[in-house]
């Protein structure tokens, strides 16, 4: 059993390395556009608040597989063509930033109201009290939120297996199906994401501690 | 929410400001339809946008075929779920309760399942279980692993609905000479739930895109049938639009019919008014911490 797992380490770790790279670049861009349309959510023009609202509604709703397959099989008939990993990266990122989107601005609704209005008494313009005075201290409380979208990310990202992206879940499949120790690679991979998560989670606390008010 | 949030970050505009915000509006209005006109153009002349590859999703042996999906799905769904919260306010209770044993095992059973991602708990019941003589149906090997991963996360809703509470609830409990259990029965749970249930309902949401995997597993739900639609007209892209749009629809009614609980219980009077908001801050901070979207 263990000279099985010892023989297609070498699988499995491409495989965690895929599932890394999916999750990082997934969450680094969503960290990206969810904050850019929680922005346009809170945004005085009319428009702005329409496509935040639109793109949340949508992308927190729709299932993250219908959206794979869709991206997946259905693109390249529009001639649109993607790398699988390209796509699932793509849809992994719609979806989390929508959920980013969320987190962000419920840390901004989380700021004390006078903030905003003290911001705006010494005359800073809306972008202004936004990146200096409500942002910064919005963080603070997006920070628990934000550890869970990058762990939704990462246990999201198995769903690629769905379409053939030899990621963690995928190839643990694979071997298992090859092997004959399938409960083997499942509890291996499981155990796998289990560190992810609480990586994520200590990571998390780490930075919450760091960002706290020292008093 | 956001309209409070909108209204404190800028000023009520003066005659410069709105004419600005009007030159934004109009100028933003118009690249978003130019944007929509060449997207639509674009991918006009694929073919694909054309009405006869969207009609055979309204006919009616279509709409019959997917309305068979979508009871597979509501099934799934209701199945999981009627069994995940029962069991995910017993995980919560235990992981509070004072047996140690029983704690430690529900701390365990919630910290592992709730960091698992379906997909392979699915395969585990798909590909490993058979080997060792677990050899569910179609239906457990998706409703299975559904129910037990979302037991999980109902459990940590429901802890911090728990730990949101007063203490004095449960102290004002054991000093009218209630037991343990009693407490955790008559005087913390409801309470505990009461607050949690728009998250509860949000959770709801999650159930349902994980009966998409119904898709690997070949069981007929509404993407299983989307996919067979999809090899029978030759119609990949369109099934799937169809199909996502439906998804939509159906979340996007949990989702409002969340929101509407959560305004509705905040309204409704319920024990000590001041007490109940305390919590309902905590329980915010608390399900902040849990929520764990997919």
């Known amino acids: 059993m263990i000279d099985v797992l010892v023989e297609n380490l070498g699988a499995l770790w491409h495989g965690l390395l895929t599932t890394l790279a999916l999750t990082v670049l997934a969450f680094a861009g969503a960290l990206v556009l969810g904050t850019l349309m929680a922005v346009f959510r809170v945004s005085p023009i009319l428009p702005l608040r329409v496509i935040g609202a639109v793109f949340v509604e949508l992308l927190r709703n729709v299932p993250l597989l219908s959206l794979l397959i869709l991206f997946a099989y259905g693109l390249p008939y529009l001639g649109i063509e993607m790398s699988l990993f390209t796509t699932a990266v793509v849809c992994l990122l719609l979806v989390s930033a929508s959920f980013t989107c969320e987190a962000v601005r419920g840390g901004i609704n989380a700021v004390p109201v006078g903030q905003a209005e003290a911001a705006r008494a010494i005359g800073l313009t809306f972008a202004q009290s936004l990146a200096t005075v409500i942002l910064p201290q919005a963080l603070r409380t997006m920070v628990q939120p934000l550890v869970n979208v990058f762990i939704g990310v990462a246990l999201g990202s198995s769903l690629a297996a769905a379409i053939a992206v030899p990621e963690l879940t995928y190839t643990a499949q694979q071997v298992g199906n090859q092997t004959a120790e399938s409960m083997l690679m499942f509890v291996v991979s499981a155990l796998v994401y289990i560190a992810i998560a609480m990586l994520g989670g200590g990571a998390g606390s780490v930075l919450e501690r760091r960002l706290a008010v020292q008093r | ?294």
């Open chain 2, 1 to 294: 929410m956001s309209e409070r949030a909108v209204r404190v970050l800028f000023d009520e505009p003066g005659p410069r400001g709105r004419r600005r915000i009007r030159v934004l509006t109009v100028l933003i209005i118009m690249t978003i339809v130019a944007a929509l006109v060449w997207a639509w153009t674009t991918l006009s002349a694929t073919g694909e946008l054309a009405w006869p590859k969207w009609k055979p999703f309204v006919q009616q042996w279509a709409v019959w075929f997917m309305l068979a999906g979508l009871k597979g799905t509501l099934i799934v769904a209701l199945v999981a779920s009627v069994v995940a919260f029962p069991l995910g306010a017993l995980l919560a209770v235990g992981r509070s309760g004072r047996n140690a044993v029983v704690r430690w095992v529900c701390t365990a059973y919630i910290e592992i399942f709730r960091s698992v991602p379906t997909l392979l708990l699915v395969y585990t019941f798909l590909f490993a279980l058979p080997g060792i003589g677990i050899n569910l149906g179609i239906f457990g090997k998706l409703v299975v692993p559904i129910t037990m991963i979302n037991a999980a996360v109902i459990a940590e809703l429901v802890r911090a609905g728990i730990n949101a509470l007063d203490s004095g609830q449960r102290e004002a409990a054991y000093a009218v000479g209630m037991t343990g259990a009693q407490t955790m029965r008559l005087v913390i749970m409801p309470q505990a739930i009461r607050l949690v249930i728009p998250a509860l309902v949000t959770q709801l949401v999650a159930i349902v895109k994980d009966s998409t995997l119904g898709y690997v597993v070949s069981y007929p739900e509404l993407m299983k049938q989307a996919n067979l639609l999809a090899n029978n007209t030759k119609l990949l892209l369109q099934a799937f639009v169809v199909v996502s749009a439906i998804y939509v629809v159906i979340n996007f009614c949990l989702t409002r019919l969340a929101m509407w609980l959560e305004i509705r219980l905040r309204r409704s009077p319920g024990g000590g008014r001041r007490s109940q908001l305390r919590a309902e801050e905590e329980v915010e901070h608390d399900l902040a911490a849990v929520v764990t979207p997919h």
